[in-house]
């Protein structure tokens, strides 16, 4: 029903080698990894090959489920967005030599003003079509300080109106609340629609307008309705729960006690749904 991953930025702060990070992943004890894309071109441009690359992640047992990507694919300046498009593409042929299975794509270069929903239709059939080529899927990703996509709505008219076998959303629980939305309308999508979910909570304060990523803490310490979401999640099949934190003070605290903590805390959120 569920699979659990670390998406590597939990552990940004502690400055470790990305191998280091793979490692705490695999003995904290979660199924998959979700890194940031400049990790693995560094690896690379560090002197190792990506084939090596995949081959270490697999050795280690996980699975790399999704990466994060931060190319300009949606701006409406030509130029940007066209090196954004190279830059995806270099992402997701990366990804496929590691063995990747999707590309978190949000609407970076897309945040300042509104942009018109069918023209980032247009823009994100661009990025599926070269997700074809490489078979990876790239996942829209809401972003809770998106000009306009940031509530679940908005996300999916863009992914239903992509008109692609492979278009999906990647979620997560702090940028809906964020972005000013609720939660019910995870109870209409499935596994397919959703593959991966940003799982964290969110404390009371500061209040949503003041917000921040880092203000994020482990799932259970905060006042998300984690059991209403787990539950119509879990109706619809599951997916892959994806711990992402920016938390300074986890960051300041040893890398592989937050690993087995954060999944730890994952694991009791999901128990308490009762499913």
């Avoid at 694919?73 to 030599?97: I, Y």
Wanted: net charge neutral.
């Amino acid at each position: 029903m569920f699979k659990y991953c670390l998406n590597t930025g939990t552990i940004r702060g502690q400055k470790l080698r990305f191998v280091e990070e793979l490692e705490f992943a695999a003995q904290a004890g979660y199924d998959s990894v979700e890194p940031w894309m400049q990790q693995v071109h560094g690896y690379r441009n560090a002197g190792g090959t990506l084939r090596e690359l995949g081959q270490k992640i697999a050795d280690l047992g996980l699975a790399v489920e999704s990466a994060i990507g931060f190319g300009k694919w949606a701006s409406d300046d030509a130029t940007e967005r066209a090196a954004g498009l190279e830059e995806v593409r270099r992402d997701l042929a990366a990804l496929a030599e590691i063995g990747g299975k999707r590309l978190a794509c949000p609407p970076v270069g897309a945040t300042s003003k509104p942009i018109a929903l069918e023209r980032l239709q247009e823009r994100y059939v661009e990025v599926l079509k070269i997700g074809d080529q490489h078979g990876v899927v790239p996942l829209l990703e809401l972003w809770g300080f998106s000009a306009n996509l940031h509530r679940i709505d908005q996300v999916m008219k863009v992914v239903l109106g992509a008109e692609h076998p492979k278009a999906a959303v990647i979620l997560d629980v702090y940028h809906i609340y964020k972005g000013g939305g609720n939660f019910v309308p995870l109870r209409l999508l499935s596994k397919n629609a959703m593959p991966v979910l940003h799982i964290n909570d969110y404390p009371a304060d500061p209040p949503r307008d003041r917000i921040g990523d880092g203000d994020r803490v482990y799932p259970g310490d905060g006042i998300a309705p984690l059991k209403s979401i787990l539950k119509d999640v879990a109706a619809n099949g599951g997916t892959v729960l994806s711990l992402e934190l920016f938390n300074r003070s986890y960051w300041a605290q040893d890398a592989l006690t937050v690993c087995k903590t954060g999944l730890a805390k994952v694991k009791a959120a999901v128990e308490s749904a009762k499913l």
